[in-house]
């Protein structure tokens, strides 16, 4: 579609600027000159889609291929999808405009279980059929990636292959496996059973689903000798994995404008209800001259005036204060000023504390995650009362005087003791504030606190774990609640209905690709934004296929009972999660991965911190 | 405005002040001014020309716009005003670094060190294209145009809707093969935006709404002499 034919619907929408494409560094190519085009999609807004990393590093990578052209494309907010329904425009990528169901490949990138339905809603819009045996052509393909992928099956009836882990090497081990199937004039089928030997693949077609009687899973059978289990992918030297010298600069303020500099994957930490602490094993860092490098270079070719540090735990990083010297030898005279997301600076020397103290500090926030001690000692994490109070007091000596707490309700074993230790620990700092006398003058103390629901995820410890009933989260929100007593406190929850759901998704198996299907086809859409989200849509969407959503998100499962994601590898051992689970029950702390290794299983690609010397 | 002077690492430098002319078309039409501020602030950085930051708590790129072009309008004569702190840099060479790093819906035009202040601005000149124009509507836009009073209503910065009679703001139009031009005045809180013409036209006529797109394609002084 020509830009004069597309600018008459544009600017009838709100922000244009979403779906205009041609910003700073996009790539545009000669599509004569192209053996595979690729739309790369992200099945949310423009505005979250474009701040997110993963995609800047693919988009990137493959376009540095010759014989790749890879576009961007983003869930249309509802009045745009309304035009585009109304005038028969189908789904188009940013960079080319051309309709994505004439690509080779329609890749999604699956961040949470909330915006499953966007996807199937991009793939309708796109005039493509939704479920993967209903699209009988080589191409286009629909493929996946992400952390969700860990437990793919809610959504293995719409996507051909997943791309388990880390996709830069796999990706393009598929891409040109496609390559030359397409010219050799090779069926679907062919091709999917030739992909599912490459590692990190998984091709759900090719595994047939079996049940008990009471609903469990009874056998996970491969088809067409395919592998028996699939394990994820990682890149194991950082400091030679690719990694973008430029970014897409967007004209639209997006959520993360900013410059981002990834400095390691996975986390050293364990905490027992993150999954990110554990899909992302084994902890691999970049050298500090690769991250100063990296920074530098996409700095100078964006042209962002800001830029942040990436991981999951910024103060794990080994080399934080030879980096950080190193950063501020060129940010402060090249007007960039430097983001430090989640930086704990205890143990720093007073001559860096001095440097960094004049860099935006975005407010302090805490994430205890639970309200007692023992509760912390449940979920391994590793904050003390003692840390949060010292570091409060510093702070509010520094001038601060608002505080950010996050928790979560529900997680295993909490009782209304740990609800009530939350509400006591906002009080402490409240008196804390008040008994220091060298307190900011005349100012008040405020002390936010944000409770999110627990939902257990696949691949952690509390995988095994039911999450509380939804009527039992209102109740503990409202005990909370009562617990507070002081306006000094300010409280706020996440959605109970949304947690839910994640909750049903989570961990759920094959027989919700038609609830799936049913609740887009009620309408849900954008079910992460409160103002789409539709309960009853959803439950009438379980109803129909003769389902509950309190089966799949209330259930405990045994240790010995097949798990909908158990033929997945994700490098930690399901006995690994088995003791950790018997830990958490005794609230019995396991030490973090340079302390002592606990033999999750994730040595087995022989890198990372498995075999740094300590 | 006499050159401030700014010590920079023991050195003097002159600032130098520097307007840049610049057409905004095609994909760049949707982004609005304050997304343009930001984007030219990216391009500056990314050319790596000596320019001169606001020197407060909050530093910045100093830039200033001529005429802020309304969301959705391309803009053939763009003026944008900086200075650079570099005194021995050729403007020229600072025009083509501009040019290296931009994307192709911007396109830098030319540079000056001397030029007239913005306030001189005080006209004007758009190309409205329809998408369908009958000689009918033609006729009858002509006549409306050429009204000695034609009163419309405005949303002030405060919320408040006042009447105001355009017709005075349009200097001259030309109506031909689907288009119309609009000379109007601009500049000096006396900017009237195109479209409120046309808005003014559909309701005092009674004529359903054409799709039309807008190009600003120059600014004037008084004398109607290009504005530099």
Known sequence: MEIKELEKFLLSVQKPGRYSGGEINSVIKDKSKIDVRFAFCFPDTYEIGMSHLGMKILYSQFNQRDDIWCERVFAPWLDFEEVMRKNNIPLFALESRDPIKDFDFIGFTLQYEMSYTNMLNMLDLAGVPLRSADRKDLSPLVVAGGPCVCNPEPIADFVDLFFLGEGEEVDLEVIDLYKEYKKAGKSKLEFLIAASKIEGVYVPSLYDVSYNGDGSIKAVTPLHDAPKTIRKRIIKDMDKSYYPESFVVPFIEIVHDRAVQEIFRGCIRGCRFCQAGFIYRPVREKSVDTINRQAKCLCENTGYDEISLSSLSTSDYSGIEPLLNKLLEWTDDNHVSLALPSLRIDNFSDELLDKIKHIRKNGLTFAPEAGTQRLRDVINKNVTEEEILSTCKTAFLGGYTSVKLYFMLGLPTETDEDLKGIADLGQKIVNMYYDMPERPKGKSVSVSISVSTFVPKPFTPFQFEPQITEAEMRRRQEYLKSCITTKKISLSYHDSSTSFLEGAFARGDRRLCGVLENAYKNGCKFDSWTECFDLEKWLDAFEKSGLTAEYFANKEYSYDEILAWDHLDYAVSKNFLINENRKAKEAKTTQNCREKCAGCGASCYGEGVCFEKH | ?228
């Not at chain 2, 930001?38 to 001529?66: C, L, P, V």
């Not at chain 2, 020229?92 to 913005?118: G, Q, W």
Request: a neutral charge.
């Open chain 2, 1 to 228: 405005m006499p050159d401030a002077e700014l010590a920079v690492t023991g050195r003097v430098f002159a600032l130098r002040n520097i307007r840049i002319y610049f057409a905004k078309k095609g994909r760049l039409k949707f982004v609005s001014h304050l997304d343009m501020t930001r984007f030219m602030a990216r391009i500056i950085t990314k050319s790596k020309i000596s320019i001169w930051y606001t020197e407060g708590f909050n530093q910045h790129i100093y830039m200033n716009f001529a005429l802020p072009l309304s969301l959705g309008y391309e803009g053939l004569y763009e003026i944008m005003d900086f200075r650079l702190i570099d005194d021995n840099y050729s403007i020229e060479d600072c025009l083509e670094s501009l040019k290296k790093v931009s994307p192709p819906d911007i396109e830098f035009l030319k540079i000056r060190e001397n030029f007239a202040p913005m306030k001189e601005i005080a006209f004007a000149e758009y190309i409205m294209d329809f998408e369908t124009l009958s000689d009918e509507a033609a006729l009858k836009l002509s006549e409306f145009l050429k009204r000695e009073s034609i009163i419309c209503s405005k949303k002030g910065k405060k919320g408040k809707i006042r009447e105001i009679d355009i017709a005075p703001k349009i200097k001259s139009f030309n109506i031909e093969n689907n288009s119309l031009k609009l000379i109007l005045t601009a500049g000096n809180e006396n900017t009237l935006n195109p479209s409120l013409v046309l808005d003014a036209f559909f309701e005092a006529c009674e004529i359903p709404q054409i799709f039309y797109t807008v190009k600003r394609t120059m600014v004037f002084n008084e004398k109607l002499e290009e504005f530099e």
